[in-house]
């Protein structure tokens, strides 16, 4: 069976932290692009991170320096180390997997992050 499914998510406190995973099953995940987005109700999707073949990673400019993304080959898991957390970072954090870092196939249900003040 092919699929992602994310875990880690939480209810926190402003300037806490989170860890975020997301396991592959069906997928040697190291040979794909992954990706977190985060969604809140009635506004697009936004990009986080992404984890690219060669160990490139990219960082969405609202998180970059708090967020780290990272890939666990043996685990085949994709993990967002989320610190510093703000009440606008509060959203449903889901995992993309994709043959480049601008095509995505597969997408996992979410997790859900809620910051509070």
């Known amino acids: 069976q092919v699929r992602l499914e994310e875990s880690g998510g939480a209810s926190v406190q402003s300037e806490g932290s989170l860890r975020l995973s997301c396991q592959a099953s069906?997928?040697?995940?190291?040979?794909?692009?992954m990706a977190w987005f985060r969604q809140v109700p009635g506004k697009e999707s936004e990009f986080v991170s992404s984890?690219?073949?060669?160990?490139?990673?990219t960082y969405g400019d609202s998180v970059k320096g708090r967020f780290t993304v990272s890939l666990d080959n043996a685990e085949n898991t994709l993990y967002l180390h989320m610190n510093s957390l703000k009440p606008e970072d509060s959203a449903m954090y889901y995992c993309?997997?994709?043959?480049?870092?601008?095509?995505?196939?597969?997408r996992g249900q979410g997790t859900q992050v809620s910051v509070s003040s």
């Open positions: 984890f690219d073949t060669d160990g490139t990673t």
């Open positions: 069906g997928y040697t995940a190291s040979r794909y692009c």
């Open positions: 993309r997997l994709g043959f480049t870092c601008d095509y995505f196939f597969e």
